[in-house]
């Protein structure tokens, strides 16, 4: 594999082409990676390996190992962590895992998208001994950035659990919940505020040193960096992503996409609901061609105009229901 280019199809699974993982954004992650001179890289939320087997091949060329921290990791991700020894699996949550798993010299926290997780998986990697390691988060951008998301709720203690609002539909500029926007099983009700999603995680750990950095490249649901600014590797790591860091026209584009991503889906849940609409509908008008009463009732409408009666008023007959179901 030529270095740093990713020799994978991004939407392999990904049928609905969210670009919900982290590969898609694999050409800044690898170069940074080479930047700091990585040995080691932790992946948190590997799920069903998409970035991992990217990392694993990576690894094999620079001499790196990767570990791969997943309570429940799907087959595609097993059979990788049989097939490569570069790879270490681990089937633990992110907070039991850090606990023991040795520091590596970068970490890939795409886990758990919520504040608590994500501030207790920073405070667990800052607490070990040694230097803050490289740093990348995924979803530092919409939906996630400002609003949590729960894989599982009742893991998170409750005073640090927001009100949720489960099967929730999320729309851009839409601090609440929208039905038919994109479903998230288990989203916060409300956008923003404080304790409030990844980003807001992030930025109240930066906040609290005076010796990190932060970078936010605002593509395919954002990628942070985090990174020592007297690390050796500091200013190479900037050089990578300083054309990508906070970069207005990436925002634009990114905004765009989400829209027309929830727009779509919005517009498959109308189709959707109507062709239900539609389909209960059709189940009535059929029981009624069937029914006696409309017999009957069909003949008294015929028989009302012809006396006069309804003068004005169209009769309404078996042959207008099957024109309609037809159509």
């Known amino acids: 594999m030529e270095r740093n280019r990713v020799d994978i199809d991004p939407f392999a699974g990904d049928p609905g082409r969210w670009g919900h993982s982290l590969v898609n954004l694999a050409e800044l992650m690898l170069p940074c990676l080479d930047a700091a001179g990585a040995r080691s890289v932790v992946e948190i939320g590997a799920y069903a390996g998409d970035l991992t087997e990217v990392l694993v091949e990576w690894a094999a060329e620079s001499g790196a190992r990767v570990a791969a921290i997943d309570p429940s990791p799907q087959d595609r991700l097993v059979r990788l962590a049989d097939a490569r020894p570069e790879l270490e699996l681990v089937r633990e949550t992110s907070l039991a895992a850090l606990s023991h798993v040795p520091l590596a010299d970068a970490v890939v926290i795409d886990g758990d998208h919520n504040y608590y997780t994500v501030s207790e998986e920073l405070r667990l990697i800052a607490a070990a001994d040694g230097e803050l390691p490289l740093l990348l988060f995924h979803d530092v951008c919409w939906p996630h950035g400002?609003?949590?998301?729960?894989?599982?709720?009742?893991?998170?203690?409750?005073?640090?659990?927001?009100?949720?609002?489960?099967?929730?539909?999320?729309?851009?500029?839409?601090?609440?919940?929208?039905?038919?926007?994109?479903?998230?099983?288990?989203?916060?009700?409300?956008?923003?505020?404080?304790?409030?999603?990844?980003?807001?995680?992030?930025?109240?750990?930066?906040?609290?040193?005076?010796?990190?950095?932060?970078?936010?490249?605002?593509?395919?649901?954002?990628?942070?960096?985090?990174?020592?600014?007297?690390?050796?590797?500091?200013?190479?790591?900037?050089?990578?992503?300083?054309?990508?860091?906070?970069?207005?026209?990436?925002?634009?584009?990114?905004?765009?996409?989400?829209?027309?991503?929830?727009?779509?889906?919005?517009?498959?849940?109308?189709?959707?609901?109507?062709?239900?609409?539609?389909?209960?509908?059709?189940?009535?008008?059929?029981?009624?061609?069937?029914?006696?009463?409309?017999?009957?009732?069909?003949?008294?409408s015929r028989l009302r105009h012809r006396v006069g009666i309804a003068r004005g008023q169209s009769a309404v007959s078996k042959d207008d229901v099957r024109s309609a179901l037809s159509d």
């Open 146 to 300: 400002r609003r949590d998301d729960y894989y599982a709720a009742e893991q998170i203690p409750a005073e640090n659990r927001r009100p949720i609002k489960e099967g929730g539909g999320l729309f851009p500029d839409e601090p609440g919940i929208r039905p038919g926007g994109l479903p998230y099983r288990a989203a916060a009700a409300r956008e923003g505020g404080p304790r409030n999603g990844v980003l807001t995680a992030v930025e109240d750990f930066v906040a609290e040193r005076d010796d990190v950095r932060l970078a936010i490249v605002p593509a395919f649901f954002g990628l942070g960096v985090v990174w020592r600014a007297q690390a050796p590797y500091a200013d190479a790591v900037a050089g990578v992503l300083e054309p990508w860091d906070r970069n207005p026209l990436l925002a634009r584009l990114e905004g765009n996409r989400v829209f027309h991503l929830a727009s779509a889906h919005y517009q498959l849940v109308q189709t959707v609901l109507t062709q239900q609409k539609l389909a209960r509908q059709e189940v009535v008008l059929r029981r009624l061609l069937d029914s006696s009463a409309f017999a009957l009732a069909e003949r008294l």
